[in-house]
């Protein structure tokens, strides 16, 4: 990066992260470190909530995604604005009657406590291991930019969020947040436009869709019906549905989010406002991955966009088999450019048989152009069996780094950078309050003062902090990080939602049934999601449904238990 690209990347975090700190300061009990003494206006609810959902992870991987597979992840989102009504109708206004600091303790009130305890823990190991994914995203940008390892980055930026939420707690967060929010959408629309204007004079923004639509990659809806199929209009409605209404309403780093609004009403119009916003601002990140897309169809993109496990390639051993795969890439991506051109012109006469017979051998350029790719990640792996062969996340990176004027450069790894310190505080302050007042207050020292609670829940953010950043170093080899994410909030999210519905909705049911389907349910959802039976949106629905049902079940014989037990007693 040139010097006004660091100026202006140093400067946005800096200034961001005083003004969070700044504004949180004098939180001197736990209800203003946890809840920033509620006192959030609508719109400070939705950017936040907004902000906590989309991590670096979004703005790294997303783009990958669209550019490697596609827009159908878009179908993902289609359920959130149902469960953001729903959530508004049930979730907000108990959380906010019973005047809750945590999703998990209403639970206690309505079951028992080891209920609740599951919950919690439940959640605790969920949001621990997503928060270390969410560190290791901005992680790459450093690694790639430096040519460094990314156990440093990690560290670096890892330490830099646990000290300002440490001290400043949820307003800390929710202040930074609103500022982040801000310059992400200008951020977006910036990089939308320029990648527009850096295509081909004769290539506008239309026959850039249609160029990547001939390809696959304009697919943003499919009705079809598939159980396997991860990413359709039905698993979007109802998988989607149920991960994001059990994400918002009984995940404490959402929940935490909206108990900071000042009323219920204004926690509700900021999570409608986020339901209605979300998935315009998702596609728009999608359809930015269509667009590189797009102009690497005209421009020789890299022969792998992890520019540190390139640089590892070539250094050892193998560059000459690896200069001679660069040669090959470099003749294929010429005969594809080619191919591109032809297709360019039979979009422009309108003629659809050409357009067809050039869609075919583009395709089948680019299949060449892969299969030499995929030599190279198999040298890669030679050369280091630990090797990180995916570049999903990388390919965006590299483009902005590559081609966009100096200052937008900064300006963009900024809008990375605060998206993960955005949701990576959020959550590190779930993790916290949860930790105190579902753990400690309720299990270990019940008898302590605000003060000592206050203590205790600064000291619990450093400890989560620590443990994430050790789980981010890990997280280089679990593909993409978006779809990882999802896919490990869907093995625990529907038991958990499952639990939460029986406390509102089925009265009759109490706490030893639920605890027991909740577990049975758990373990039945991971044995599918190991085995690959359904697609990961489908977890949450089997995990919830399972959790209701059998609870029914349980409850009859957990009734008869208690009555002979009464009786023998007597």
């Not at 690497?296 to 001679?324: C, D, M, T, W």
């Not at 302050?429 to 105190?436: E, G, I, K, Q, Y």
């Amino acid at each position: 990066m040139s010097s006004i690209d660091w100026a202006v990347l140093i400067v946005t975090l800096v200034a961001i992260v005083s003004y969070g700190v700044y504004k949180s300061r004098g939180a001197q009990n736990i209800q203003g470190y946890l809840l920033g003494n509620q006192s959030s206006p609508w719109y400070a609810v939705c950017l936040s909530v907004m902000a906590t959902q989309a991590s670096a992870i979004t703005f790294l991987s997303a783009p990958g995604q669209a550019y490697s597979s596609g827009m159908g992840f878009v179908q993902f989102y289609l359920g959130l604005p149902l469960a953001m009504i729903v959530l508004c109708i049930t979730f907000v206004p108990i959380f906010h009657r019973l005047k809750v600091y945590t999703a998990y303790e209403y639970l206690e009130q309505r079951f028992d406590l080891k209920t609740r305890a599951l919950t919690a823990f439940l959640f605790l190991i969920q949001r621990g291991l997503s928060t270390g994914i969410t560190i290791y995203a901005p992680s790459i940008i450093l690694s790639t930019i430096l040519n460094i390892n990314t156990t440093y980055t990690t560290l670096c930026i890892g330490s830099i969020v646990v000290a300002y939420t440490v001290y400043g707690g949820t307003k800390a967060v929710s202040y930074t947040q609103m500022l982040q929010m801000s310059i992400i959408f200008l951020g977006l629309f910036a990089a939308g436009i320029m990648v527009v204007h850096l295509l081909p004079g004769d290539v506008g923004f239309s026959k850039a869709i249609g160029i990547a639509g001939k390809m696959g990659r304009t697919n943003a809806i499919d009705f079809t019906f598939d159980l396997n199929n991860r990413y359709t209009v039905w698993t979007g409605i109802i998988g989607g549905f149920f991960l994001q209404l059990s994400y918002f309403g009984t995940d404490q780093s959402q929940v935490g989010r909206y108990l900071t609004g000042a009323s219920v009403g204004q926690s509700r119009l900021g999570l409608l406002m986020n339901g209605l916003v979300k998935i315009p601002m998702q596609f728009l990140i999608l359809l930015i991955g269509v667009l590189v897309f797009t102009f690497y169809q005209y421009n020789r993109p890299p022969i792998f966009f992890n520019s540190f496990e390139l640089h590892k390639l070539e250094n050892s051993s193998y560059n000459p088999q690896l200069n001679v795969l660069k040669k090959e890439y470099e003749e294929a991506f010429k005969s594809k450019q080619t191919e591109v051109n032809k297709l360019s012109k039979a979009i422009s006469s309108s003629n659809q048989q050409v357009i067809d017979q050039q869609r075919v051998a583009l395709q089948a350029a680019d299949e060449q152009t892969k299969a030499i790719k995929t030599k190279v990640t198999t040298l890669m792996l030679q050369n280091d069996k630990g090797a990180n062969v995916d570049d999903n996340n990388y390919i965006f990176l590299s483009f902005v780094t590559k081609y966009l004027p100096k200052g937008l450069i900064g300006l963009l790894i900024a809008i990375i950078f605060l998206a993960s310190m955005g949701s990576t505080a959020s959550a590190l302050n779930s993790l916290a309050s949860t930790s105190v007042i579902d753990i400690y207050k309720r299990l270990i020292n019940k008898e302590a003062d605000d003060a000592q609670y206050l203590k205790a829940s600064r000291w619990s953010t450093l400890i989560w902090g620590a443990v994430c950043i050790v789980m981010a170093i890990f997280a280089g080899k679990i593909g993409n990080l978006l779809e990882a994410v999802n896919i490990l909030g869907s093995y625990i999210y529907g038991t958990i939602l499952g639990v939460f519905l029986v406390a509102f909705y089925v009265k009759h049911v109490g706490g030893r049934a639920v605890f027991c389907a909740a577990l049975l349910a758990e373990l039945m959802v991971c044995i599918l999601g190991f085995n690959d039976v359904v697609a990961y949106l489908w977890l949450n629905v089997i995990g919830c449904l399972l959790v209701v049902i059998l609870s029914m079940l349980l409850q009859p014989f957990f009734k008869k238990k208690t009555a002979a037990v009464s009786s023998n007693g007597s």
